[in-house]
């Protein structure tokens, strides 16, 4: 209803753009690049600047740093969009339900939360990560737990917000039942704070995994990884500088659209920026 | 200065905001002067530009993203005549707070939460007087003293949070009388306070203009307000000026149809003495609303409320136990019959929400009972209340942008009962909803949209629809009326009175606007701090009120009739003591003298 | 008074809490302890022997216990890596980073808050959209990625600092600083970046408020009214932001620390999570996780300080 809005600032629509643009690549790069473009090792070309036969450059190995970019765009989306959907399927319910049944519940589930907040997110990734074994899976379930307590801690303060709106307890004189009443009267007003949470926590997903793989903790090669090609330009950074610098105006590129949408998001779905129109 | 020479003069003033699709005008085309001394009124519904003309007079508009995009603001300073519209903002500086002073709606957040009293009062002696620290400080004293304040001396050292709302306005008072201003703006100044402390602090403002003879911009929505403090009265709609002049002279001879409209929707205290029942309000341009509210000749008893008392937790401590209880509702016995209103009237904080919540069990009372059609509410389980209790009562509720689910379709709001209780389905819940919109008088043509799409009042009938689908013997109104404009406020008031009469439907009005209550009510009850002090018909309360709150409440209320001013400075109301109490305080029971057939005071050694 | 008790008894609760989900965590670790000291091809019943010396067949309660008991009385075992007692190692180690912490915020704070309020003056103006514009920047691009270019750009190809490595301040604190700036600023830019971003909404709301218009109302300038009234206001929510920003610190010190060979508390922990040195990554996490609770902890009691409301109460 509202979300056209957000396409009307200058900022939202350049963030949309940046975004669009690169789920198209995360999607589509996997389908019409051959796998092995990106694994071929050009022998002769290793750590060679962008030229006609490779764009953008090559690695230590040889390897187009063009499609291993391209091809990245898919793990570290697919990455992030896994951990934040799983953070919400978790803390989606945790916090309407601290919220909503408040009480012992709530002082129970939200003293949980709390302790873990005060471990850092990326620490407690990485402990996961290290715990569980590092790989694709692991990484999405590391991040995954480590974004819950963030969502939870929000989710629940919006459902007591919207909990004690005039508008659901007219809805429960109404006579709908609890159910009823979180999924058609508390449910889709807390959703925008969910969207706009999300696509702000998609843009910390995407900065997390690459910071897992830079320390080798989170996507492992062959698969090719933002934070990994990052990690592998370290020894190489004064002969060739554009190792590093692809990966990392990608993940830029990526975090920049998705912060400058969520911003945007905000500003149109947030009620509390909302007020005030008088 | 010559005698009789205007001190503001504005002429054509124009105003516009930045607006997402080009400039929106706040203020269309406005002229109207002040002259020394005088109390302009500048009076208006929401939207009408009220506030951003004396915003534009301090040129504070630019703050908020306007502009004066046309005409003059002329200032009569010492040095001769300054268009405010074209002045460095250096000149405005010097002229702010020093020669014109204001003060603002929201006495809770004027003043700056992490600096005391002192340091607020005496920046701008310091600045426009370049007086020392001690002498400002004993200047700042002295008005504390003039706006009196009790306990100056140490109000100086404390923080906002430390004080009332009454004393906070004092306070903005006093820092705006600071440097001895010829002009004083005062921008809904009472609007947020209790009708008690309005009082004290219009007769503040007035006794100020008197001893100082300072002019005073004085900008409301409250024509019972305008009534007591106005000179001259400047009405304003929709960014025009509609209409100016003496105040008699607009209050009894109106000459434009929307000021007639204005006074005609203004409820005046008193006004229903000698008069049987309740009555739907004559409203110009719409033909009278019919409605017959006689009691019953035998009255039948419909809701009893039979020594109901609430307590709210206050939690503190590491695992959030209680540490106290707020006493809201303290043992409160009513009786409203079949097809009456009842009204409770109190100001904030006296428990009547509280009271409201209780009997509908949106709060869980402490004790008591609650007995609709002689079925006993607060025993029911969660199923049955859900099932029954609330088939028979129903709630408005005060924010009209807050009743409404803001994303569903108002005609599956107004469904949403009707399907739940199983009062009609298909084509019949169709048809149901159809008629509740007729009954509400909004367009069928409205049920398709969001509540965004409606103005404060539409919104509060799609309420009034939602609650009446059940067909519920009892509606709690909660302040239901009163964030609407007046005009639109009249008319949800005589829709309630109509679907009274023709549905029999009984209602708790719970309101603080005692003009109001006078109009719809059929019995009164009046509470203060968690008790109901006096109860009775409503002319047993209005006519005789025998408790002295009761007799302080109504000695508060403004009267919007110039000739019958109400503003005394001799005003002097106890403050309202807190509810909170430790854990285990039990007060003993509320017991009343009967000092006339059903009008029953409460004996005042328990509160 | 009773604000103050009950922080911290709350804060001990969380401790508790804390200990019990590091404990658990790096319970559902595959293999263990003994298989880590003796190797994978030792022999099955020299394995169990040293299982039961080490208690690793007790119930995990009894477990939990004596190891909570141990971080109490300052015996906090031994690392499976380093070979050295975890205690001293971890206090080393910490003091390094509490010097890039400090600094890091030092950088961001003073340059962070009157960026922020500068936006704030302006909205929507060019110099808004600068400020917030460098600052969404900031914020999109991840600490090794600022840390990469503050090599290539000091070290490689300026030669003004040094790129990797740790100097004990106690020897030669020149040096020591020299070694520790790149990391700082390495931590420092995306949290200014951050903090100016809280800075500027803080601000923006208070001069949204009514007393800022009354103090204009007043007749005090515009320097007053921001920097002096709106400001005030804005110490204690700005505090709070950052004082939250110290456990992302902690995160972000485990990339930075490695990235730059620098030897604190990131970098050991990075180690003992690489090498699953079981006993000190139960340290390194609990101490973290305390280090931070305890940063919010001094931040409330400041907040104190800063706000009558709460002071008074």
């Known amino acids: ?278 | 200065m010559p005698d009789g020479s205007p001190l503001v003069s504005i002429d054509n003033l124009r105003v516009e905001f930045r607006g997402e699709d080009g400039p929106i005008v706040g203020v269309e085309d406005v002229s109207f002067s002040i002259k020394p001394g005088e109390t302009v009124c500048v009076v208006g519904e929401s939207g009408s530009g009220k506030s951003v003309t004396s915003l534009s007079l301090m040129r504070l508009v630019e703050f908020g993203g306007g502009r004066i995009a046309g005409g003059k603001l002329e200032f009569a300073r010492d040095s001769g005549v300054l268009d405010v519209a074209d002045a460095d903002p250096e000149i405005m500086q010097q002229i702010r707070g020093n020669e014109i002073g204001m003060i603002f709606q929201e006495p809770m957040t004027s003043l700056n939460p992490v600096f005391t009293v002192e340091r607020q009062m005496t920046d701008g002696l310091r600045l426009h007087r370049g007086l020392s620290q001690s002498k400002a400080r004993a200047r700042a004293l002295e008005l504390l003293k003039q706006v009196r304040i009790p306990e100056p001396e140490r109000r100086l050292k404390q923080y906002p949070h430390e004080l009332s709302g009454g004393m906070r306005q004092r306070v903005v008072i006093a820092m705006a009388m600071a440097c001895e201003p010829r002009l004083l703006i005062a921008d809904e100044p009472t609007t947020a306070l209790d009708v008690t402390i309005q009082a004290e602090i219009l007769a503040l403002i007035d006794r100020l203009k008197r001893e100082t003879g300072m002019a005073v911009l004085f900008i409301t929505h409250d024509m019972a307000v305008v009534a007591q403090m106005a000179d001259r009265v400047v009405v304003m709609f929709r960014g025009n000026l509609v209409e100016e002049g003496p105040v008699e002279q607009i209050f009894t001879n109106p000459q434009q149809d929307y000021t007639k409209a204005l006074l005609a929707a203004v409820p005046r205290l008193g006004e229903m003495r000698g008069k049987p029942a309740p009555e739907p309000m004559r409203l110009v341009g719409q033909s009278p609303v019919e409605a017959d509210l006689k009691p019953a000749r035998k009255p039948e008893p419909l809701l009893e409320v039979q020594n109901l008392t609430t307590r709210y937790p206050v939690k503190g401590g590491v695992f959030r136990r209680p540490v106290a209880n707020v006493h809201a509702v303290e043992d409160v016995s009513f009786t409203i019959n079949k097809g009456e209103t009842l009204a409770l009237v109190g100001e904030s904080g006296c428990g009547k929400s509280s009271c409201g919540r209780s009997i509908l069990r949106l709060t869980e009372p402490t004790s008591g009972k609650v007995l609709l059609d002689r079925t006993d509410i607060i025993a029911m389980n969660d199923r049955d209340l859900r099932r029954r209790g609330w088939r028979d009562m129903q709630m408005v509720f005060q924010d009209p942008f807050a009743s409404l689910n803001p994303y569903m379709r108002l005609k599956d709001q107004v469904a949403e009962p009707l399907m739940n209780y199983g009062l009609a389905s298909g084509s019949e819940l169709k048809d149901r909803i159809a008629t509740l919109f007729d009954h509400v008088e909004l367009p069928r043509s409205f049920m398709t949209r969001f509540p965004h799409e409606l103005s404060g009042g539409q919104r509060q009938r799609i309420a009034i629809a939602r609650a009446l689908a059940v067909n519920p013997k009892l509606i709690v109104a909660d302040e239901a009326v009163s964030a609407l404009d007046v005009s639109v406020q009249a008319q949800v008031l005589n829709l309630m009175m109509e679907l009274q009469s023709e549905f029999g439907i009984s209602f708790l009005f719970i309101s603080h606007d005692m003009a109001v209550v006078e109009r719809v009510s059929h019995r009164v009850g009046v509470m203060y701090l968690g008790r109901l002090v006096e109860t009775g018909s409503r002319a047993q309360v209005f006519e005789n009120p025998q408790h002295s709150y009761t007799r302080s409440l109504m000695s508060a209320v403004p009267v919007a009739d110039p000739t019958r001013k109400t503003i005394r400075d001799d005003l002097n109301f106890r403050p309202i003591p807190s509810p909170v109490f430790p854990l285990g305080h039990e007060p003993g029971p509320s017991e009343y003298t009967e000092v006339a057939p059903g009008h029953l005071v409460l004996k005042d050694n328990k509160t | 008074m009773s604000y103050i008790l009950n922080r911290i008894l709350s804060m001990l609760l969380t401790l508790f809490l804390i200990s019990a989900i590091t404990f658990a965590v790096t319970n559902i670790l595959p293999g263990d302890v003994a298989m880590m000291i003796m190797g994978t091809q030792s022999n099955p019943e020299a394995l169990e022997g040293l299982r039961r010396s080490l208690g690793l067949n007790d119930p995990l309660l009894v477990q939990y216990w004596r190891w909570i008991s141990g971080m109490l009385t300052g015996d906090w075992g031994t690392s499976l890596v380093f070979k050295e007692p975890i205690g001293p190692l971890i206090l080393q180690k910490m003091t390094a980073s509490a010097m890039i912490v400090v600094f890091s915020m030092t950088i961001a704070l003073t340059c962070a808050v009157p960026l922020g309020v500068w936006a704030a003056m302006h909205p929507n103006k060019w110099q808004d959209t600068t400020a917030s514009s460098a600052a969404l920047l900031g914020v999109s691009l991840p600490d090794f990625f600022w840390g990469i270019m503050l090599i290539l750009l000091f070290a490689r190809w300026l030669g003004w600092l040094p790129s990797s490595g740790f100097v004990d301040p106690r020897e030669d604190f020149l040096l020591a600083a020299r070694h520790a700036l790149l990391p700082s600023l390495a931590l420092g830019l995306g949290l200014m970046a951050h903090l100016t971003r809280m800075t500027r909404a803080t601000m923006t709301g208070i001069l949204n408020q009514e007393f800022i218009r009354v103090a204009r109302a007043k007749g005090l300038g515009e320097r007053t009214v921001v920097w002096n009234y709106g400001l005030a206001n804005a110490v204690g929510p700005v505090m709070t932001v950052a004082g939250l920003q110290v456990g992302y610190l902690f995160g972000s010190i485990i990339v930075i620390e490695s990235l730059f060979n620098y030897t604190g508390m990131g970098w050991l922990t990075y180690q003992a999570l690489l090498n699953r040195d079981i006993p000190l990554i139960q340290a390194s996490v609990f101490v973290i996780a305390g280090v931070v609770m305890l940063a919010n902890l001094i931040v409330d009691l400041l907040y104190v300080l800063v706000d009558p409301r709460i002071r008074l109460s």
């Open chain 1, 1 to 278: 209803m509202k979300l056209p809005a957000a396409f009307r600032s200058s900022k939202g629509l350049i963030g949309a753009v940046l975004v669009l643009m690169i789920l198209l690549v995360a999607i589509i790069a996997p389908l019409v690049i051959p796998p092995d473009m990106a694994t071929q090792m050009d022998m002769r070309a290793r750590l060679s600047p962008p030229t006609l036969a490779h764009p953008l450059g090559t690695d230590q190995l040889g390897r187009d740093l063009m499609y291993r970019v391209l091809l990245g765009a898919h793990t570290s989306i697919y990455i992030a969009t896994a951990a934040v959907l799983m953070s919400i399927v978790i803390g989606l319910p945790l916090g309407l339900i601290s919220g909503y049944v408040g009480k012992t519940t709530d002082n129970i589930l939200m003293r949980l939360v709390d302790t873990l907040l005060a471990f850092p997110a990326l620490l407690l990734a990485l402990t996961i990560s290290a715990v569980l074994g590092p790989n694709l899976q692991n990484t999405i379930i590391a991040i995954g737990i480590a974004f819950t307590p963030f969502l939870a801690r929000i989710i629940r303060g919006e459902a007591l917000r919207v909990a004690q709106m005039p508008y659901v307890e007219a809805a429960r004189t109404a006579g709908n039942s609890d159910t009823r009443l979180i999924v058609r009267h508390i449910l889709p007003n807390i959703m925008p704070a969910v969207i706009v949470q999300s696509t702000i926590s998609l843009a910390f997903a995407i900065l997390a995994e690459a910071g897992l793989s830079f320390l080798g903790l989170g996507t492992q090669p062959p698969d090719a990884s933002w934070g990994l090609m990052i990690q592998a330009s370290r020894d190489y950074l004064d002969r060739a500088p554009w190792t590093a610098l692809v990966p990392g105006a990608a993940v830029a590129l990526t975090v920049l659209g998705l912060n400058m949408f969520g911003d945007a998001l905000r500003d149109a779905l947030d009620p509390r920026a909302r007020k005030g129109a008088t």
